[in-house]
């Protein structure tokens, strides 16, 4: 952990740059190159620290991955071939990692215990296994279940018909793939719809469902089949310069290969609603998950209401629209975002903290937070609490602020954007 001493004296942003792989996309591409028989060739995967923690679980457990730059190869039997691996799997900071793995291990032959870091051991587990175990999984843990580091016995599995109780990708997707394995017809019902890319590459790796409004259902013992997979650029990544460029002055940044899938793209729709100065240019390249360039130029902004179905489509920007509030003109209200409180930190208090410390007027609600603009922000010292999101909410903070800006860490932004400095170097000038 080592500090990070921001001094930018307010630049303005100016150029393009290229977003890195889609962390979701990521991790499922190995996941599933990994389920399925045959080869998978990945482009643009992105070599963020969590990704890394996937590569290294499937690898434990036999599975041949060559990473060459972005581009990933698997080669796999499939499932039966796994070995049962002799150490424990390690899945570091990464919530999808872990939760995903659960559904996937609990349908395969073998014996394993997975663990993750400090972060991963506070973080509820239960509202994977309680379904899992419905299924028929065997899985163990501390607090019955609910923390790592949990252990998981391969077995037969019966499908289920499972209402979600919380809008969370993660659940649905470690259910669709023990459902993968299991007899029966799994069937996910979802009243929030959260981000579909398990479903979608489902699809892709040849499996057949059905999604009718926010019901999935398919058969279980499908076989997979390795295909390639192009990752689209990740766009709680282009999040944070879409935000720094609507708040430097005279800025203009084109960002290229978004991720637009409609199910992740509510920052979209809260940047236009506050006015911002954005033009969205789609793509056609990408046949499974679409993309687009973004333009965004310095704006004039107010403020608005987040809430309601929007906020699966933008939970992980939800601190960097903080930041953004701060610069609009009038009030932002955010609120149902309790999910904020059980991601890698407790995002609410986190980052009304950090932000106070930089003299934003924001308060922190049940649910969310209330935050009044525009505010001139001042340097500060402040906490990431090994946050990617939260150290990078700060870096760009550091944009505007008279006065430097210190991170305690800025290591933990190469979670999900180790290419994150660097591309603040290319634009700012
Ligand atoms: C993710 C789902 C979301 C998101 C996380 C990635 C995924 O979590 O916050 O960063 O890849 O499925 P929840 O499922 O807990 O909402």
Redesign the pocket.
Known sequence: MSEKVLQYHKPSLQGHLTIPGD??VS?RSVMFGAIATGKTTVDGFLLGEDCLSTIDCFRKLGVKIDVDGTNVTIESAGMEAWQEPSEVLYTGNS??TTRLMLGILAGSNVHSVMTGDASIGKRPMRRVIDPLRQMGAHITGRADGQYTPLAIQGSTLQAIDYQMPV?????K?AILLAGLRAQGTTVVRETEI??D?TERMLRQFGAQLTVEEGVISFEGGQTLLGTHVSVPGDI?SAAFFLVAGAICQDSKVVLENVGINPTRDGVIEVLRNMGASMTVVPNEDNQFEPTATITIETSTLKGTIIEGDII?RL??EIPILALLATQAHGTTIIKDAE?LKV?ETDRITAVVDELQKLGARIEATKDGMVIEGPTPLQGASLKTYGDHRIGMMGAVAALITNGAVTLDDAECIAVSYPSFFEHVEAVKK
């Open positions: 962390k979701s991790h919530g999808t809008a969370s990708a993660q659940v997707s959260s981000r890319h709680s699966p939970i992980d999910e991601k």
